[in-house]
């Protein structure tokens, strides 16, 4: 039962490794994008996009502000 516990936590420690990633074989990466000069790595594809992690800000209100009106806040029809 011990053993089996520790075989489970280090096959589980190795799936978070990422080092060294590349396709399998007889497989391409992905061609370029349409105007791009050269296709990406594995490394850059697995990049997460500003859009999918966007920055967190910690600006602080400086003075208390009335919201704007939303027009698109109706009533249930």
């Given at each position: ?47 997460p996009s500003s859009q999918a992690r966007p920055q967190r ?21």
């Amino acid at each position: 039962m011990r053993t089996g516990l520790i075989i489970a936590a280090l096959l589980l420690a190795g799936c978070g490794q990422n080092n060294g990633l590349k396709p399998q074989a007889g497989k391409a990466l992905p061609p370029p994008a349409y105007g791009a000069t050269q296709s990406p790595t594995a490394a850059e594809l697995i990049r997460p996009s500003s859009q999918a992690r966007p920055q967190r800000s910690d600006e602080l209100l400086r003075k208390s502000e009335e919201r704007r009106g939303d027009e698109f806040d109706l009533p249930p029809s």
